[in-house]
């Protein structure tokens, strides 16, 4: 397992669309090296999860795992999920205005994400899965699959909230968290 360099915005790699991984290469040592370097690579960043594509890799495999996260520390608990080939279909048009930040972006800002999410995905042992996710779970899941498109939070950040971490800190951070912690509770993820 390694600590892998996070490509920064501006790497073509962040903007190409990555490709599924068949389900005969998923036990291969390359895939699972890969899902190995992915784990570490999050949780040495502090991340709530990371896509391949920000590791230098075009396979569509993402990770999310939060844990008392000291960068989103109002982010609800997600145990480690391990995603091969994750499709999303938001289930409604509930939305909600999330502050997010990226390891892949210096800045951070206001976007909308849908609410109410299925995911199906394969895991590292080629089991298939399928649940909706809920809330900033939801988010995190939307974040992360369009990496695999291609997409940043900056395409999506509406540019007149956009802050650095410091800036976030000092003037944004008291009043999202009070709002982001009820709407939390609300929605129970
Ligand atoms: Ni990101």
Redesign the pocket.
């Known amino acids: 397992m390694t600590v892998r360099p996070i490509l920064p915005i501006g790497h073509p790699i962040l903007r190409t669309r990555t490709t599924p991984v068949p389900r005969s290469d998923i036990s291969s040592s390359r895939i699972q090296g890969l899902i190995d370097d992915l784990i570490d690579t999050m949780r040495h960043a502090n ?1 709530a ?3 391949a594509n ?1 590791i230098g890799d075009t396979a569509r495999i993402l990770t999310i795992e939060v844990n008392n996260n000291p960068r989103y520390p109002y982010k609800p608990p997600v145990p480690l999920t391990v995603a091969i080939n994750p499709v999303l279909e938001p289930l409604d048009a509930e939305t909600v205005v999330i502050n ?6 210096p800045l951070r800002g206001e976007l909308v994400r849908s609410v109410n999410v299925a995911v199906r995905y394969t895991d590292r042992q080629g089991v298939d899965h399928e649940r909706v996710v809920r809330g900033l779970t939801a988010g995190t899941w939307q ?2 699959c ?2 695999l498109d291609g997409v ?2 900056a395409d999506r950040i509406d540019p007149k909230t956009l802050s650095t971490w410091e800036q976030f800190r000092a003037h944004h951070q008291d009043a999202f968290v009070e709002r982001i912690t009820r709407f939390v509770r609300e929605v129970g993820s």
């Open positions: 991340g999860g990371i896509a920000q997010e930040g990226c390891l892949s972006v974040h992360e369009d990496h940043l939070v």
